[in-house]
């Protein structure tokens, strides 16, 4: 079943913007985490923020969690072609990985 | 080496075949996972295996049969497959333990058709 919502769906922007994902759950988690996948390719880990963090940075990437909305959010600064992808949240409530449920999935296209 | 390596990358199987999809990583995880994913969706957790044994069927039907020889290797084996299965297949591998963050490791995936 499905934990994460994620909003908008799709998202298409000039190359240099910034790119801002959100995404909702729905119980409490030991941890948050993001990921890219390229066409339909495997998946690629960008970020973890636990529980008891807010923000977290990692290059061009910053990452929000509230936990008393239940929501993240990713940015993507100065964006590039390369970035076109779709990103997953993804939310662990066990702790250890292995009851991870995946989001809806918000597919970004950046322009050149 | 953090690369989890699926083979075949595609596979066209007809709907009385049997054939087998492999997953290998040389990075000591002692979890690894398949997941299933239709176009459009997110992945969907099949089976997980813990320490080789099968910990997690997330209620999968018994035409998909995991199998984890060694701690490096995961099958998942296809028998009697259904149009409605085709789908990507991916396979990852993550540390084990209760109470840790982390995260999971993919391969690129199988890319199934039935016919």
Same mark, same amino acid.
């Given at each position: 079943?499905?934990q994460?919502e994620?909003?908008?769906?799709a998202l298409s %922007?000039?190359?240099g913007?910034?790119?801002t994902?959100?995404?909702?759950y729905?119980?409490? %988690? ?7 996948q390229?066409s339909?390719?495997?998946?690629v880990?960008?970020i973890?923020?636990r529980?008891?963090e807010?923000e977290k940075?990692?290059g061009r990437? /910053?990452v ?11 940015? %993507?600064?100065a964006? /590039?072609?390369?970035?076109?992808a779709?990103y997953f949240c ?6 250890g ?9 918000t @597919?970004?296209?950046?322009i050149? | 080496?953090?690369?989890v ?11 009385t075949? @049997?054939k ?12 690894m996972?398949?997941? @299933?994913?239709?176009?459009? @969706?997110?992945p ?18 018994s ?6 020889p060694?701690s490096s290797l ?10 409605e ?5 991916l396979?990852a591998?993550?540390?084990l333990?209760?109470?840790i963050?982390?995260e999971?490791?993919?391969g690129?995936?199988? /890319?199934?058709?039935?016919?």
């Amino acid at each position: 079943s499905q934990q994460g919502e994620e909003d908008p769906q799709a998202l298409s %922007i000039q190359e240099g913007e910034n790119a801002t994902m959100n995404c909702s759950y729905k119980t409490s %988690i030991n941890n948050l985490q993001w990921y890219r996948q390229n066409s339909g390719r495997g998946l690629v880990h960008l970020i973890l923020i636990r529980s008891n963090e807010r923000e977290k940075h990692s290059g061009r990437l /910053r990452v929000t969690l509230d936990t008393s909305k239940k929501s993240s959010s990713l940015l %993507i600064t100065a964006s /590039r072609a390369a970035d076109t992808a779709s990103y997953f949240c993804a939310t662990d409530v066990s702790g250890g990985y292995q009851k991870v449920t995946f989001g809806t999935g918000t @597919k970004l296209q950046v322009i050149p | 080496d953090t690369e989890v390596t699926q083979t075949p990358k595609h596979l066209v199987m007809g709907m009385t075949n @049997k054939k087998s999809l492999k997953c290998e990583q040389h990075m000591g995880h002692r979890a690894m996972y398949w997941y @299933k994913q239709k176009a459009k @969706k997110p992945p969907e957790l099949m089976f997980v295996y813990s320490y080789e044994k099968l910990s997690i069927n997330e209620s999968v039907p018994s035409r998909f049969s995991p199998e984890c020889p060694n701690s490096s290797l995961l099958n998942l084996h296809l028998h009697a497959l259904q149009p409605e299965d085709s789908a990507l297949y991916l396979c990852a591998s993550s540390l084990l333990g209760t109470g840790i963050n982390t995260e999971a490791f993919f391969g690129q995936g199988t /890319r199934l058709t039935v016919v």
